[in-house]
């Protein structure tokens, strides 16, 4: 398997944008937190710290900005790894170059208006659409992963 | 690396089943929000749209029947990442072959037992022998990946 | 890909070392809902069984100690699968030996450290320091594999 193959190297562009998606999710949380104060888990996390000088109670109680992130990651963590690796698999198939492009790209552009929709409270029927187009992509290639193999 | 080995074959058979398995799980979610009208989680899907032409606030309240399907789902991303990724590193090491297809499609029955003993709400100690068999399998194969690469 | 290859030999050892850490966090839970005899997610999960004798109904209400673990469990969904496979991409690209272990074990030292900081409740400053090394060393591999992939 060489990484500068066409088919691999659309796969590694795609799944290193959507693993870098997944980690700043949880930046984007954190900046959440520290400009609200607030939103926080854990009881020791109200213990004054250095980042924490002045803590009190109320910042355990869940908050609507906060929480809003953790949705988006919580959904992150059910779509993004099945991408990586089905992903992977697909490629390793040799499949045509413009077949792997369309569907890797449409699927990173899918979940980042996913993202945006997310993050920006439009309406769920916009928000479901771009979540199909994502779904049905990994189903896609799910099948044909699945049909190859079958196949041998 | 060959997708035409008989392990990595055995692999992606059981990899794709197992993804097309999670992404399932979503589109059950869907279909039980669409069912009872509700278990919504943003407030913005309490908007008037095509698919929701009808809003009341009861809508973001959890139903039973949905949450379960999202921790149907919870579960798959406990547990399938982890032996998509251990399971390919497995097949990688190239063991022999009954003993590949024994362990991925123990896993993969011991799943599908699980998704019915949860989805149908069997007894804990069902559920817990199903979950146990895939958990074992996957740690499993994590052991001798792990001792395959110390003995390099 | 051949997996006496250095760079992915140390992959190896990293992804299954944090993919046993996942599993087990797993175990964990269920150890820590036998010691309280509750914590329990599921309404069939008080049904009386050969592993919960006696049941009642505040074996469904949630448990600070199990709920601990649960968390753990979802910081591990957050952050390992993506490392799972990025770490493998980024040993894909025959990186020097010696960039590899400080990235990967040092990735490994700072979860194993993260989950000694949640699991005993120390301060949030201290397990923030420890989740920060970790998320860094993964976006720094998502950025080295995307900028490959992009140079051709």
Known sequence: MNPKDPAL???FIAASIMSLKMMLQAWITVYRMF???GGYLHPEDIKKTGLNPNPNS?????????ERS???QRNDMENIPVFLII???FAMTRPALWITQILMYGYVASRLLHFYALGT?????LRATFFTIG???VIGM?????????KG
Request: with cysteine; aromatic share 10%; glycine share 2%.
């Open 142 to 150: 799910c099948a044909y992963v699945l049909i190859f193999a079958i």
């Open 70 to 72: 953790r949705a988006m």
């Open 58 to 66: 109320n910042q355990l109680k869940p908050d609507p900005y906060v």
């Open 87 to 89: 992903g992977l698999l």
């Open 9 to 11: 190297q659309t796969y």
């Open 121 to 125: 409270a439009k309406t769920h029927d």
């Open 135 to 137: 779904s049905l992509i």
């Open 35 to 37: 400009k609200v104060k």
